[in-house]
């Protein structure tokens, strides 16, 4: 009797942890836009305007790769959750460190933006492209918690050897890229952007067999 | 079995694609505020700050643009998502490319705001209609997957005729306003914000028929 | 059939209305910190910093008001959506109506504390309690439209004459403030702040009679 | 009839209460990140830019110890909630004195990133240990409405008293950090970020006894 007041007091299953992760999604992928920036021109033409509009594409790029990857994690935790059954404080704690790494993405993507062009290229570029591998190893570490603590579903086990190969290439992928880009800084962040794409095509085949 | 598992473990229909929506759709129209400045004087007076505010008119109106158009977006959403029995993946890639133009919607707004009254109102005005029909054109794209992916409801069927020459419609007034906008950057503008009353106000009428 | 089919299919009764809007609710809440600076120093000393951030308190005061306005809306919006079955187009529109006050509220605050110890006194505070005025407007608005939509629930019926004579009580008192604040700004932004804890302190009583 | 009326319309026990505060949270936790600034520099280098980031590490200790205090605060406060049955008007003005709280935090944390390495650590130290004993306060305000207004479930009651002494224990704790950050500003900080790996330490720990 007292499990089942337990069962009828609780929301449904992971409720709140999904709208509060969704919360920080929605807020992360909303706020990139404070990067996309009203250029200052001491005397405005068509042409001015135009110029220092196209001299910002830096910043599009940015805007659109952080937005693709935060779109890209939250299909992916999405995906995750629904499998699912319910969660463990480490399960809360592990979400928690893939939600740090979530906010923080802006945080390398303006240093990108305002640092590609010049010699601090290597330097950003190169935190641009850990923060991918933090999140690669966060969805590692998520997966890790979910499975010890028993919440995965009965019916996705049969497919167990093949996700968990699909989790490790993450890390060893963005490792790779991160090395690449101190010397290599453009290559870095287009291998991390290209992963990106082909996670999210990969996922998508997977899904939709020919 | 294994299926009736599956549809007891996901979450119901599309409540976390929508909480994701709407977590979206929420910020952007709330970061817009961000736009009105409190003005910096050197020597304040009542008619010096009440000349300040009222010169500050082009955000205000910019702001208030910027919110009637995602307030009508959610609305539109809304009553999109209503329609709809679940997701597939190419749903939450094409809405994830609803919500990148939403989150987008402040850069031209500010832009406009700024350059209406100079020399650069045309190109600010053509990238504010261009943002328009980008939302116009997502909003089709959606209704496409969600054709594809066979989640439309039975009884929508019925309307989907005049529901499509409803879509179809606002990329090609859009693109119009668009093509207008440089040569006349105001009636560009102007006409952006018409449509958008006007698409409020015939959705309202169809529910509300006399 | 096709009736229950629309039924089942549609979330539950205004879920994504009341998300959206606590969307918005939660944003404008927390964005109110931003208004709050870290002093900017030429020579550091604990003197210094405390004389420097007690020069604030018109900030910390602008905060906490707009903060605890905020709240009182949004329990107060919790209040009248917990008395309505559904939502209408009216409906939806209205709502925004009071979301767009409710996103503007930081806008007349900053002004206010940045405002209220100089000659701009009267013009801030006016905008101020025109800003509260219009949230009291907008709370009759949707009341409106939700009488009209039949939207009330049927056991609230019996108490409409008292709770129509609440609202119809509060944009009088904020017109008074608002009239009041140009010559006496602190007067009506005081007012304003008095009402806000009134109505809190009111619709307390009135649930826990003594 | 009239009650069974009531208790269907109504949404689910706390569901727009805690919608409402997940969204604080996730907003609050995710505008941290606008602390981590890019870098200005006059003559860009890699030795310049990773020196200009390095000396910013308070910013990102800051950072983290924010992102974990509210994080912790969230598992905290969805712990509590579970064992609520629903909401008392006291409830939601307590609840909504926790959020206040929780949205002042960028604000100490800011002041002590730019201030713990000058003369003016005192004072920063200070305020960051006060708001964390706020916090703490605020916590046992709600369980006291809780409490009161008997929404505390049935198979918590045996837990009553050691989870009183826990509430209890924060206040005291954070007290003493307070007195010791104006002298010690350090030891003050480091002791409220020890507190917080401590208290969600000993809540995983309860949860998963040896």
Redesign the interface.
């Known amino acids: 009797i ?1 499990q089942e ?2 069962i009828m ?5 992971n ?6 992760s ?13 990067d ?1 920036k ?1 250029p200052e ?1 001491e005397h ?3 042409t ?3 110029a220092a ?1 196209l001299a910002q594409w830096p910043a599009y790029l940015g805007f ?1 790769t952080s ?1 693709l990857t935060i ?1 890209i994690i ?2 992916n935790h ?1 995906g995750l ?3 699912l ?1 319910g969660h ?3 399960l ?2 592990t979400n ?1 460190l893939l ?2 790494v979530v ?2 993405i ?2 390398p993507t ?2 990108t933006s ?2 590609i062009l ?3 290229a ?3 570029a190169v ?1 641009y492209c850990a923060t991918q591998l933090a999140l690669a190893l966060a969805f590692n570490v998520i997966w890790s918690a979910a499975y010890r603590g028993h919440l995965i ?3 996705v086990r049969s497919n167990y050897a093949q996700i968990r190969r699909g989790y490790r290439a993450g890390p060893l992928l963005y490792a790779l890229a991160t090395l690449l880009a101190y010397p290599y800084p453009l290559l870095g962040v287009g291998l991390c952007a290209g992963l990106a794409v082909f996670f ?1 095509v990969l ?2 085949e997977r ?2 067999p020919a």
Chains 1, 2, 3, 4 share one sequence.
């Open positions: 007292a007041n337990l007091a609780e929301p449904p299953g409720a709140r942890l999904e709208a509060f969704d919360g920080v999604f929605a807020i992360a992928i909303t706020l990139l836009v404070l996309l009203v021109l405005v033409s068509p001015a305007l135009r509009l659109l937005f779109l939250w299909v999405h959750f629904r499998q059954t463990t404080r480490p809360l704690f928690g939600l740090l906010t923080v802006p945080f303006s240093l305002r640092f010049t010699d601090g290597g330097v950003a935190l579903q009965a019916d999210a996922s998508y899904q939709n």
